[in-house]
């Protein structure tokens, strides 16, 4: 780098630190993040990304900065790691590669793609059928799916099968089954859990908070309504409480003035044929369109294409649509979702990708 260069990039950097003190965003945080790796700073950079992911946890383009910035931190154990699995596999090493992609950088994708796989050639391994309960008890917690829940109990009941003193995984279960209103259930657990470690005083707390009588049924009525109702049941609420687990809850509705404002923004760029917003159950919130577009019809389009992205995601066992992008040959279309709204950019094809994904990332931090 130039004398010039090394000033210039030093003013981008004070340029963006003023502007996260001042007005942070998860553009801005980002961006700076990326600015440190890139002069080396390699500390601030970490801090920096990971002050983004958790000051805007929905937001795509402070945890894909996150992912980028720690990986590249570890991309001589990772490719260690895929090495060993292509030519060697033990189940380990899957464990272990799929555990720093869960919880050191964050891809629940990836890392359930390498359990799966570990699975596929290692049956039997109580660590990746742990890890696979686990992240679907992570995921159910956050987004209330049923199949999840189903899932999480499945591979930890094996995890248990396959070594009855595994603790973690029996809480994990006792936690599942309480907290969607299973006591029966829930206490051949805590039962389990008392044989491991008869003074632990969190089972006492948690045998009490237990529902006197089962809400449900059998599981499938119980996961149901977690789903429906997109959070624990109430009468579970004070088992939900002792391990710091909240329901779902409904983002309060927008104001439509609001919306209409924002829509109206997104439309002013020159790369922008139409802004529009509809919330996750279909209802039509409104848009904002170039007069070359017909707005209703595309209303209707997004709606349908959402929701074909819904059941499409769940079908392939990845969680809830989250974010997407369509590309046709005079347009480009690009979904995000957070909490109950979605918004959609109908952009020019050779826009460029991430200014229209920053300006929706913006938009949607507005909320």
Same mark, same amino acid.
């Given at each position: !780098?130039?004398?010039?260069?090394?000033f /210039?990039?030093? +003013?981008?950097i004070e340029?963006?630190?003023?502007?996260?003190a001042?007005?942070?965003?998860?553009?801005?945080?980002?961006?700076?993040?990326?600015?440190?790796?890139?002069?080396g700073?390699?500390? /601030?950079?970490l801090?920096?990304?990971?002050?983004?992911?958790?000051?805007?946890?929905e937001?795509?383009r402070?945890?894909?900065?996150?992912?980028?910035?720690?990986?590249?931190q !570890?991309?001589?154990?990772?490719? $260690?790691?895929?090495?060993?699995?292509?030519?060697?596999?033990?189940?380990?090493? #899957? $464990?272990?590669?799929?555990?720093?992609?869960?919880?050191?950088?964050?891809?629940?994708d990836?890392?359930?793609?390498l359990?799966?796989?570990?699975?596929?050639s290692f049956?039997?391994?109580?660590?990746?059928?742990? =890890?696979?309960?686990?992240? /679907?008890?992570?995921?159910?917690?956050?987004?209330?799916?049923?199949?999840?829940?189903?899932? %999480?109990?499945?591979?930890?009941?094996?995890?248990?099968r396959?070594?009855?003193?595994?603790?973690r995984a029996?809480?994990?279960l006792?936690? !599942?089954?309480?907290e969607?209103g299973?006591?029966?259930?829930?206490?051949e657990?805590?039962?389990?859990?008392?044989?491991?470690?008869?003074?632990?005083?969190t089972?006492?707390? #948690?045998?009490?908070?237990?529902?006197?009588?089962?809400? #449900?049924g059998?599981?499938?009525?119980?996961l149901?309504?977690?789903?429906?109702?997109?959070?624990?049941p109430? *009468?579970?609420?004070?088992?939900a409480?002792?391990f710091?687990? /909240?329901s779902?809850?409904?983002?309060?509705?927008?104001?439509?003035?609001?919306?209409q404002?924002?829509?109206?923004? =997104?439309?002013?760029?020159p790369? +922008?044929? *139409?802004?529009?917003?509809?919330?996750?159950?279909g209802?039509?919130?409104?848009?904002?369109?170039?007069?070359?577009?017909?707005?209703?019809?595309?209303?209707?389009?997004?709606?349908?294409?959402h929701r074909?992205?819904?059941?499409?995601?769940r079908?392939?066992?990845i *969680?809830?649509f989250?974010? *997407?992008?369509?590309?046709?040959?005079?347009?480009?279309?690009? !979904?995000?979702?957070?909490g109950?709204?979605?918004?959609?950019?109908?952009?020019?094809?050779? %826009?460029?990708?991430?200014?229209? $994904?920053?300006? =929706?990332?913006h938009?949607?931090?507005?909320?």
């Amino acid at each position: !780098m130039g004398l010039f260069g090394l000033f /210039r990039g030093k +003013s981008d950097i004070e340029r963006l630190e003023q502007e996260a003190a001042s007005n942070p965003s998860a553009a801005t945080l980002a961006a700076l993040a990326e600015r440190y790796q890139a002069e080396g700073n390699v500390t /601030r950079a970490l801090e920096t990304a990971k002050r983004a992911v958790e000051s805007y946890p929905e937001s795509d383009r402070a945890r894909n900065a996150y992912q980028t910035i720690r990986r590249l931190q !570890m991309q001589n154990r990772i490719v $260690e790691l895929q090495r060993r699995i292509e030519h060697d596999p033990v189940p380990g090493d #899957f $464990e272990v590669l799929a555990n720093l992609f869960y919880h050191d950088l964050g891809n629940h994708d990836k890392a359930m793609d390498l359990i799966r796989r570990g699975l596929a050639s290692f049956p039997k391994s109580e660590g990746l059928h742990f =890890l696979d309960g686990q992240i /679907r008890f992570d995921r159910f917690h956050s987004e209330f799916i049923a199949r999840d829940g189903a899932k %999480s109990i499945e591979h930890l009941t094996e995890a248990v099968r396959l070594n009855p003193q595994n603790y973690r995984a029996i809480l994990l279960l006792a936690r !599942m089954y309480g907290e969607i209103g299973l006591t029966q259930q829930a206490r051949e657990q805590i039962a389990a859990l008392r044989r491991l470690a008869p003074n632990d005083e969190t089972v006492n707390a #948690f045998e009490k908070a237990l529902p006197p009588e089962p809400l #449900f049924g059998d599981l499938d009525d119980a996961l149901s309504a977690a789903e429906q109702g997109r959070g624990v049941p109430p *009468g579970a609420s004070a088992v939900a409480a002792l391990f710091g687990v /909240r329901s779902a809850v409904q983002r309060p509705a927008a104001d439509p003035t609001q919306i209409q404002a924002i829509l109206k923004s =997104l439309v002013d760029p020159p790369w +922008s044929l *139409g802004a529009f917003a509809f919330s996750t159950e279909g209802q039509n919130l409104g848009f904002e369109v170039r007069p070359d577009l017909d707005g209703p019809a595309w209303q209707q389009a997004l709606i349908a294409i959402h929701r074909t992205a819904e059941v499409a995601s769940r079908r392939m066992d990845i *969680g809830n649509f989250h974010t *997407g992008t369509l590309d046709c040959p005079t347009r480009r279309i690009h !979904m995000r979702e957070r909490g109950t709204l979605v918004m959609a950019l109908v952009a020019r094809s050779n %826009s460029r990708a991430n200014e229209v $994904e920053a300006a =929706l990332s913006h938009a949607l931090e507005s909320f």
